[in-house]
């Protein structure tokens, strides 16, 4: 399986298939599709997903893929590293204020192998095609102001996909269960994953009107798990993408997630993934 390295921070690019001469090939980078018009399909982690014009999918680095195709196809492939969301800042920010952002886009890195298929609804296709023009563009031109022009299209793409990957799990989740809360509340969960005040149980029981004994009993019920549990679970997943997919030391991912110190995260990180943060970090350089 070929195995694709990307040189810049991000790239963008418009590609024409007539046939699929891709094959299967996995990219140590985040990889963006919008499909600009075409139809075939789509074989990501031997999955197959049909696609026509207005589809979106998302790949991140440990994804495997590659298409079929049925009609000749055009794509606007944006492409880019965890680099991005460092060194692409604006004159007078922080590392700190990326990692803000780096925040709100966490959570499509977690979920949106949830999403089977085009990870964009109908509502917000228009939405997606005015951007991706927008984007292809400004690609093409050396004017003032157009790299940041074209970092604030890329994340306002992803914070759309964010959305949609949020709407679809929630909608999957009521259709499953109409009467059960439990995604609401680890949504709550994951959206103040760093706000330990707003994490306690007490204060997660006040937002969703219950006592708290009644929260942990309904929640322990539900998913076989304690609240307690699922977020430290939640924030030592949240520790192996910050090590993948940020530049963000060891002892700035414990203060960020509110662990004691870069000891305690470590001693967690261990019993639950058998290694420490550090040996983890080095597995998954590339």
């Known amino acids: 399986m070929k195995s694709l390295q990307l040189f810049t921070d991000k790239e963008i690019t418009v590609k024409e298939l007539a046939s699929n001469n891709s094959g299967l090939h996995k990219h140590h980078f985040f990889e963006l599709i919008y499909v600009l018009d075409g139809t075939g399909i789509h074989n990501i982690n031997n999955n197959q997903f049909e696609f026509s014009k207005g589809d979106v999918f998302l790949l991140t680095p440990e994804d ?19 680099g991005f969301f460092v060194k692409n800042r604006r004159v007078g920010e922080t590392k700190a204020n990326i990692s803000e952002l780096y925040k709100q886009l966490e959570f499509i890195f977690h979920n949106h192998h949830n999403v089977q298929g085009s ?10 095609k005015a951007l991706i023009n927008q984007l292809i563009k400004e690609k093409g031109k050396k004017q ?30 009521k259709r499953e269960n109409p009467k059960s809360r439990v995604h609401e509340i680890t949504a709550y969960i994951q959206q103040h994953i760093y706000d330990s005040e707003l994490l306690k149980i007490r204060s997660v029981a ?6 708290t004994d009644h929260l942990n009993r309904y929640f322990k019920a539900e998913t076989g798990s304690t609240i ?7 924030k030592l997943n949240l520790v192996t993408t910050r090590l993948k997919f940020s530049d963000l030391t060891i002892s700035e991912i414990a203060g960020e997630l509110n662990f004691t110190d870069e000891s305690h995260l470590n001693k967690m990180f261990k019993s639950a993934f058998g290694k420490t943060a550090k040996q983890y970090k080095n597995d998954h350089k590339h």
């Open 64 to 82: 495997a893929h590659t298409f079929e195709i049925s009609t000749p196809t055009k794509f606007c492939i944006v492409d880019f590293t965890k």
């Open 119 to 128: 990870i964009v609804s109908d509502p917000d296709k228009p939405i997606f």
């Open 144 to 173: 003032f102001f157009d790299e940041i022009i074209i970092q604030d299209i890329i994340f306002l793409l992803l914070h759309f996909i964010a959305r949609n990957i949020q709407q679809n799990i929630s909608l999957f989740s």
């Open 206 to 211: 006040t937002h969703f009107g219950k006592s």
């Open 228 to 234: 307690k549990d699922y977020i430290i679970r939640y």
